[in-house]
């Protein structure tokens, strides 16, 4: 009686086949700078465009500060900002500049107002989105060399009081 050389053939072809699978998975799963699939939730999506800005600022020649990016919750949408000084931030929107103002002064951040948070969410609602429900996606701007350099950075007191206004969830 021969062997059946067609069952071993279709094994092997299975073996290998989920192997690459698994390979492809991992990929996708394992490497937080690779690149978010299309159907990648808005939690991925913003701390990968966080990430992406502060890359950008780094080679723009900046040390210091925090990339934010805020995705709906649908992830067709994502507005991306940099903290900076009072003189250089983007108009605030009135829902935004009220959640600011009814954060008590005793818990208010020194740079109250001057995150790249409440400058996102002022974007996407000055383009008519509501981005009640979304993510939120934090990255530190550091010098080149500094292992700092994109990684999370935590909401302020005052950036958790919009977080919270505005239901979004804060990637870590």
């Not at 990430?51 to 950008?56: I, K, L, N």
């Not at 829902?95 to 951040?109: I, T």
């Not at 990255?139 to 909401?155: M, Q």
Request: proline share 7%; with cysteine.
């Amino acid at each position: 009686m021969g062997k059946n050389r067609t069952g071993k053939m279709a094994a092997r072809f299975a073996r290998e086949w989920v192997r690459d699978l698994r390979k492809v998975k991992r990929r996708r799963r394992g490497d937080p700078g690779a690149r978010p699939t299309r159907n990648a939730s808005p939690a991925r999506q913003a701390s990968y465009r966080a990430r992406q800005e502060a890359d950008r600022q780094q080679r723009n020649g900046r040390v210091n500060g925090t990339a934010e990016a805020v995705t709906t919750a649908d992830g067709r949408h994502t507005a991306v900002s940099v903290s900076d000084g009072p003189d250089k931030i983007y108009p605030h929107h009135r829902e935004v500049a009220g959640a600011l103002d009814r954060v008590p002064q005793n818990l208010r951040a020194p740079w109250h107002g001057n995150c790249a948070l409440p400058q996102s969410l002022s974007k996407l609602l000055d383009r008519g989105v509501d981005p009640r429900g979304g993510a939120i996606g934090a990255a530190r701007i550091r010098a080149p060399g500094n292992p700092g350099h994109g990684a999370h950075n935590p909401c302020c007191n005052s950036c958790k009081a919009l977080r919270n206004e505005f239901d979004l969830r804060e990637v870590l």
